[in-house]
C-alpha cells in the first residue's frame, strides 16, 4: 500500500488579486479562472485542510490609486471594500456549485448578504471544514488587502499565509524590466525589508514578521499551486525568519 504524503501545513489563509480573477481580461470576472482556482480549493479541503481566503478587489476598483486624486482617501478605500465583497460572492457561488461549503464574512456589515466577521464564528467555521472568504479588507481605510490577510491569518493561527500573484516568487528586481533579476528560493523578512522587494506592503510585511508567519509567494497561473505549496514542495518563493 502506498503512503499518502500529508500536507505540510493544517490551516492556511489563502491571498488572491482581484486582478487574477479577472484573467486576460484584466477587469471583472473570468469565470474559467475562477473555477480552477476552486477546483485546487476543494483538493486542498478533501486532504483536510482548512482555508481561509482574503481577495483583492482590483479587477473592480483599486482605492487611492482609482480615485486618482478626485475622491476622498477614505471613501477611495472604502470603494475597494465593497470590490472585495463583490468578488466573494462570486467565488462562493462557484464553490458552492462545486460541492464546497463555504461562508462570505466581511469587516463591514452587510448582513442581507454576509456574515459579519467575528474571530470565534470564522475558527468554528474552518473546523468544521468550510472554507471562510473574507471581504471588506480590515475594514478600515489606509490598509491594502494584503495586510487584511496577514491580520486574519494571524487571528485565525493560520500556519502559513500562500501569496498567490500573477509573478512566480520574489525576485531582487521586476523580471519585466530587468533581465538580471533573479529569484529567490527563500527569503528573510528583514531582507525583503532592506532590499525594498515588493512582496507585500511594508505594513503587511511588518506584521507577518512580529507574528512568525510564513510566507509562500506563487504564481496563480496555475491553480494547482495552491495544492503544491500547502503539499510543502519548492515552488515559488518562501519568506520567513
Same mark, same amino acid.
Given at each position: 500500500?502506498?503512503?499518502?504524503?500529508?500536507?505540510?501545513?493544517?490551516?492556511?489563509?489563502?491571498?488572491?488579486?482581484?486582478?487574477?480573477?479577472?484573467?486576460?481580461?484584466?477587469?471583472?470576472?473570468?469565470?474559467?479562472?475562477?473555477?480552477?482556482?476552486?477546483?485546487?480549493?476543494?483538493?486542498?479541503?478533501?486532504?483536510?485542510?482548512?482555508?481561509?481566503?482574503?481577495?483583492?478587489?482590483?479587477?473592480?476598483?483599486?482605492?487611492?490609486?482609482?480615485?486618482?486624486?478626485?475622491?476622498?482617501?477614505?471613501?477611495?478605500?472604502?470603494?475597494?471594500? !465593497?470590490?472585495? @465583497?463583490?468578488?466573494? +460572492?462570486?467565488?462562493?457561488?462557484?464553490?458552492?456549485? %462545486?460541492? /464546497?461549503? &463555504?461562508? =462570505?464574512?466581511?469587516?463591514?456589515?452587510?448582513?442581507?448578504?454576509?456574515?459579519?466577521?467575528?474571530?470565534?464564528?470564522?475558527?468554528?467555521?474552518?473546523?468544521?471544514?468550510?472554507?471562510?472568504?473574507?471581504?471588506?479588507?480590515?475594514?478600515?481605510?489606509?490598509?491594502?488587502?494584503?495586510?487584511?490577510?496577514?491580520?486574519?491569518?494571524?487571528?485565525?493561527?493560520?500556519?502559513?499565509?500562500?501569496?498567490?500573484?500573477?509573478?512566480?516568487?520574489?525576485?531582487?528586481?521586476?523580471?519585466?524590466?530587468?533581465?538580471?533579476?533573479?529569484?529567490?528560493?527563500?527569503?528573510?523578512?528583514?531582507?525583503?525589508?532592506? !532590499?525594498?522587494? @515588493?512582496?507585500?506592503? +511594508?505594513?503587511?510585511?511588518?506584521?507577518?514578521?512580529? %507574528?512568525? /508567519?510564513? &510566507?509562500? =509567494?506563487?504564481?496563480?497561473?496555475?491553480?494547482?499551486?495552491?495544492?503544491?505549496?500547502?503539499?510543502?514542495?519548492?515552488?515559488?518563493?518562501?519568506?520567513?525568519?
Amino acid at each position: 500500500m502506498i503512503a499518502i504524503e500529508a500536507p505540510k501545513y493544517k490551516r492556511v489563509l489563502l491571498k488572491i488579486s482581484g486582478e487574477a480573477l479577472a484573467g486576460d481580461k484584466k477587469s471583472g470576472l473570468d469565470f474559467d479562472v475562477i473555477n480552477s482556482v476552486c477546483a485546487a480549493i476543494k483538493k486542498c479541503q478533501k486532504l483536510g485542510i482548512e482555508i481561509g481566503v482574503v481577495i483583492g478587489g482590483g479587477n473592480f476598483w483599486r482605492g487611492i490609486k482609482d480615485g486618482n486624486g478626485k475622491i476622498e482617501r477614505s471613501r477611495a478605500d472604502h470603494m475597494g471594500m !465593497l470590490a472585495t @465583497a463583490m468578488n466573494c +460572492l462570486a467565488v462562493a457561488d462557484v464553490m458552492e456549485q %462545486n460541492g /464546497i461549503e &463555504v461562508r =462570505v464574512q466581511t469587516a463591514i456589515e452587510m448582513r442581507p448578504i454576509a456574515e459579519p466577521y467575528i474571530r470565534l464564528r470564522a475558527m468554528h467555521h474552518l473546523s468544521k471544514g468550510r472554507v471562510v472568504l473574507f471581504g471588506g479588507g480590515t475594514g478600515c481605510p489606509y490598509f491594502s488587502t494584503d495586510t487584511a490577510a496577514v491580520l486574519r491569518a494571524a487571528e485565525i493561527g493560520a500556519d502559513a499565509i500562500l501569496l498567490a500573484k500573477n509573478i512566480d516568487g520574489v525576485y531582487s528586481a521586476d523580471p519585466k524590466l530587468d533581465p538580471t533579476a533573479c529569484k529567490f528560493e527563500n527569503i528573510t523578512y528583514d531582507e525583503v525589508l532592506k !532590499l525594498h522587494l @515588493a512582496v507585500m506592503d +511594508l505594513t503587511a510585511t511588518s506584521l507577518s514578521m512580529e %507574528n512568525d /508567519i510564513p &510566507v509562500i =509567494v506563487f504564481a496563480l497561473k496555475d491553480p494547482e499551486n495552491i495544492v503544491r505549496a500547502v503539499m510543502g514542495e519548492n515552488i515559488g518563493t518562501v519568506v520567513k525568519k
